[in-house]
């Protein structure tokens, strides 16, 4: 009875939360900042059928941007994981994996892209994350990053957002092309939460992403040589 209980409250925490975060990311998905990703990171590759790992996925909310080739979805948490399911679950191409984006279960050079997007801000050491990404990735194969740029708006909001990402951003692309990357692609544009674009009208969103202290967030994308 008392295992039945906890289940029914447990079932009841996840799909509570589940709908909060599908109606957040949803809004999020049809608004500027989601947009505007798609639209700076296309074509993410330029043949179709390539093996793309989504690390640190969430809610797939990258999927429009990855669903010509086949997907592997990673994510730690199980929330995550139950709204990939319930979102992608049974479709063709897609796999759906529990995993830590610091170890990766999956053999050497066994993938064509690997989507780190709002994902190394967490943690300090990334280089390390971003070498396990390399590790499975084969040679020509690229990575989509992001990273918190250094004099802006978030750096002084990080406390806040628990963000930990504080590498000057020529620091960052020394270390990346000593370590076997070319810088094929980067760009920048404001991002805060991102919760913030659903509120503000469009225009106005694009009047602060022309201001450089606003334009929070950088994006790379880089090949493995
Ligand atoms: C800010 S969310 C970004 C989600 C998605 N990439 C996006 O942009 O919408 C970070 C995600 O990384 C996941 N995550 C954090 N650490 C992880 C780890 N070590 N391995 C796998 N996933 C992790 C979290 O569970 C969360 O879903």
């Keep these: 009875m008392l295992a039945f209980l906890q289940r029914t409250r447990t079932d009841k925490y996840y799909n509570q939360t589940l709908r909060r ?12 900042v989601y947009e505007k990703t798609l639209e700076l990171c296309r074509p993410l590759v330029e043949t179709n059928n390539s ?9 797939g909310r990258f999927y429009d941007l990855i669903k010509d080739h086949e997907v592997i979805f990673l ?20 796999s759906i994996i529990r995993g830590d984006g610091r170890f990766l ?39 989509l990053l992001d990273k918190v740029k250094f004099l802006c708006l978030t750096t ?11 590498h000057p951003s020529r620091d960052f692309e020394r270390v990346l092309v000593e370590n076997g990357f070319v810088v094929e692609k980067k760009f920048d544009y404001f991002f805060l939460p991102a919760i913030i674009y659903t509120f503000i009208p ?24």
């Design 202 to 225: 469009r225009v106005l969103s694009r009047i602060v992403d022309t201001i450089p202290f606003f334009r929070c967030r950088r994006f790379y994308k880089v090949r493995k040589i």
């Design 105 to 143: 279960p999956f053999k050497e050079s066994s993938v064509s892209f690997v989507v780190l997007l709002r994902f190394l801000a967490h943690y300090e050491d990334q280089m390390s994350i971003i070498l396990e990404s390399k590790r499975v990735l084969r040679v020509g194969g690229y990575i």
């Design 75 to 94: 994510d730690y948490a199980e929330v995550m994981i139950n709204a990939l399911k319930q979102r992608f679950g049974g479709k063709e191409r897609v």
């Design 156 to 166: 002084f909001l990080s406390k806040l957002f628990r963000i930990v990402d504080f």
């Design 51 to 59: 093996l793309v790992l989504d690390v640190g996925a969430g809610t």
């Design 21 to 32: 975060i599908f109606t957040l990311w949803e809004k999020i998905r049809k608004g500027y």
